[in-house]
């Protein structure tokens, strides 16, 4: 399904939780799934079974992530988030559940001068999401 002429995917380095969190997204989103994930071997650079390269799509928007195989004094950070405008209640109150559990609320699911119903949290992951409802 991934559309092989998107010329820019945003690119997600865990450390040892790509599939924790491809599984999570992909669960979260209609018409998303996992693409191809490509996982070091023995005797290579990564922990073997790790994500060396991996593709997946949230409704049709393909993502790329990887699991560093080296140790970096950087993660994710909330100045740069993932924007998504939903499409019912029932999907923004879905995806806003599966995103905070174990992650923290930055803003918490409720409506603002700039939008009826909108929530903006960082997953388990590190990984910032703004929720708006359309």
Not at 20 to 49: C, H, K, P, V, W
Request: proline share 2%; aromatic share 12%.
């Amino acid at each position: 399904m991934g559309n092989a002429t998107q010329k820019i995917a945003t690119f997600l380095m865990f450390d040892g939780q790509a599939d924790e969190a491809m599984n999570l997204y992909t669960s979260l989103f209609d018409q998303s799934e996992i693409i191809s994930i490509r996982r070091y071997g023995a005797n290579e650079a990564g922990a073997e079974g790790t994500v060396l390269q991996a593709r997946f799509s949230i409704n049709g928007q393909v993502f790329m992530c990887v699991d560093s195989n080296a140790k970096h004094g950087f993660t994710f950070t909330p100045a740069i988030s993932l924007y998504v405008t939903c499409e019912t209640e029932e999907e923004i109150n879905k995806v806003y559940e599966g995103l905070s559990q174990d992650g923290s609320v930055l803003m918490p699911l409720a409506t603002y001068p700039f939008s009826d119903k909108f929530g903006w949290v960082q997953d388990k992951f590190g990984v910032s999401w703004q929720l708006n409802l359309g």
